[in-house]
């Protein structure tokens, strides 16, 4: 009965483990991806207008060519979503963004830690490496 109980008790302690390995990773991928969202808007908009093409034809038309290089900076291009679609503007596709990575980041994870606790034994130093690796495959 004893052993039952102990042998109960570790499945609940690997369950409670996982669970908070993957909670930890879904926080972070959340809390990572607010500010990366910005930076990108940003980036694809200094894209868009470098290169004349139209798909953001509203937000990053292509000026006259006189105030064409004042464009070109980032807190030029800031203010300008911020004119025309405010603050909000930044944020735009964050939403589906976070619901991909929240459990990609998540799985990701969760089976690094569990393979690398497993291959610690056989592989030595290089189980972080190779735990990793077959993680990123895995998510």
């Known amino acids: ?3 039952a109980a102990s042998a109960g008790n570790a ?4 369950r409670l483990r996982l669970a908070s390995e ?4 879904s926080v972070g991928a ?3 991806k607010c500010p990366d969202c910005g930076v990108f808007v940003l980036d ?7 290169l004349g093409k ?3 034809a509203r937000l990053f038309a292509r000026p006259a060519a006189a105030a064409d290089a004042a464009l070109l900076s980032t807190p030029a291009l800031l203010a300008r979503i911020a004119r025309t679609e405010g603050f909000s503007g930044l944020y735009a596709g ?3 963004t976070v619901a991909m990575a929240v459990p990609n980041t998540a799985l990701y994870f969760t089976a690094y830690d569990e393979l690398r606790r497993r291959l610690e034994p056989t592989c030595g130093a ?13 998510a």
Do not use: D, K, Q, S
Request: net charge negative; hydrophobic share 55%; charged share 10%.
């Open 1 to 3: 009965v004893g052993a």
């Open 54 to 56: 139209h798909e953001c």
């Open 44 to 50: 694809n908009g200094l894209m868009e207008h470098t």
């Open 22 to 25: 993957a909670a930890a990773g």
């Open 94 to 96: 964050l939403g589906p």
């Open 126 to 138: 290089a189980a972080p490496a190779v735990g990793g690796a077959f993680a990123r495959a895995l």
């Open 11 to 14: 499945g609940a302690a690997t």
């Open 30 to 32: 959340a809390l990572a």
